[in-house]
């Protein structure tokens, strides 16, 4: 059953919780920004949460580092230059690491960015979500597409070409046309990236407890994919993941290290994070407090447990399957310590309902195992042998 447990790359996730106004369809641990930003005191928090963890990633270079929320934009550039140098006093950033920064138009000064790459970032991930500013008024954006455009051209400015832009489809009232129209205008911006995902209402959320009239329907937000899709590959990016396009060598290298299930530090509040231990065979997945309040106090580390056999297979399975590619057979051994034979039936199922094909070291999604991808990744839940 063990195959013995490698190493893998790792990344840093930051989490920066606040935001100006909680948007009614977001589930993630954000916060609405009550009075001023505390951001000499988080920063002094995070430093000592990556200390805290460092024991658990001694010696290992950081790949990638990705600053997320709630809003990071809202701390200003020479803050995210302190904490990047507090990061880099701490644990090594191997050479051209990749350092994300998620920014929401409509907090961005208009020469930002500027200070922002000075300051050592080199990728940002922009919350666009729609260019129509209706649909932007029905999610709850604090940004029209005027704040938009003067993000995207400071990006431009400031030489930061490699930015991601956030779409979001099957808006409330939204048609074809116009999810086609906010496909159009990511293109003319020219990022190296765009994330596209299909609205949904998730549990605890605003919209959940009061959808929105007039959200699309099924096969509507079928052709919304569809179509998209196609006008995607017609500007030139290539899907590599169920919800992220690339133009050639741009894909997240943070995002890809997740899907592949390699290792990551997580800092902040409600932060997750995952590292292996090749000498004790284990995998070991740490969160820490969600509130902000109870992070700042000192109160960081909300558990730390062993991920068992059955959540190895399925968390490789879950994130694996996501990619276009999908996964190498020594990748599964050398990242879950498991052997082949652990997982073989339910693969062999896979490919005899035609979800898997066979391919180079691997196996891939086929045409009809990326339309449903759930029922695929659904094989691999616990207690499916």
């Known amino acids: 059953m063990s195959a013995g447990l490698s ?34 005191d988080y920063i002094r928090a995070l430093l000592d949460d990556l200390e805290q963890d460092l024991p658990l990633a001694w010696g290992r270079p950081v790949s990638s580092v990705f600053f997320g929320g709630g809003t990071p934009s809202l701390f200003n550039a020479a803050q995210m230059d302190e904490l990047l140098s507090g990061i880099r006093a701490r644990i090594a950033l191997a050479p051209g690491c990749e350092v994300t920064l998620e ?3 409509g907090t961005v000064e208009h020469d930002r960015f500027s200070a922002y790459r000075d300051a050592g970032i080199n990728r940002v991930s922009l919350g666009v979500q729609s260019f129509n500013d209706a649909h932007l008024n029905k999610l709850g954006r604090i940004h029209g597409s005027a704040e938009v455009d003067r993000a995207i051209g ?20 939204q048609t074809v046309v116009q999810a086609l129209e906010d496909i159009d205008r990511a293109v003319a911006a020219a990022p190296a990236h765009v994330s596209h995902y299909q609205l949904t209402l998730e549990p605890n959320t605003a919209f959940a ?20 899709a196609a006008r995607l590959v017609e ?28 290792d990551y530090l997580g800092i902040g509040a409600g932060a997750h994070a995952k590292l292996t231990d090749p000498a004790g065979g284990r995998i070991l997945r740490l969160a820490k407090s969600r509130h902000p309040k109870r992070y700042l106090a000192g ?13 190895r297979v399925f968390e490789f399975f879950l994130n694996g399957l996501r990619l276009r590619d999908g996964f190498a057979r020594d990748a599964f051994e050398a990242r879950t310590g498991l052997g082949w034979e652990t997982v073989a039936d339910r693969v062999g199922q ?10 180079g070291a691997g196996y891939a999604p086929s045409a009809l195992g ?14 499916k042998d």
């Open 370 to 383: 990326w339309r449903f991808v759930n029922d695929l990744q659904a094989l691999f839940l616990p207690g």
């Open 7 to 40: 190493l893998p790359p790792l990344g840093l996730y930051v989490h920066l919780p606040w935001c100006v106004r909680k948007c009614p369809y977001c589930d993630f641990n954000s916060h609405a920004l009550k009075g001023e930003l505390p951001a000499e």
């Open 299 to 311: 109160d960081r580390l909300a558990e730390t447990r062993e991920i068992d056999v059955e959540e």
């Open 350 to 359: 896979a490919v005899e309902r035609g979800l898997l094909e066979p391919g």
């Open 209 to 228: 407890a009061a959808p929105p009239r007039g959200i699309p329907d099924d096969d509507t937000s079928w052709d919304m994919q569809e179509q998209s």
């Open 154 to 173: 400071s990006l431009h400015d400031a030489g930061l070409d490699n930015f991601n832009i956030d779409l979001m489809y099957a808006l409330p009232g």
């Open 235 to 262: 500007g030139g990016f290539a899907q590599y993941e169920v919800s992220a396009w690339a133009r050639p060598g741009q894909s997240s290298r943070h995002n890809l290290n997740y899907w592949r299930f390699g």
């Open 103 to 105: 920014a929401n138009p």
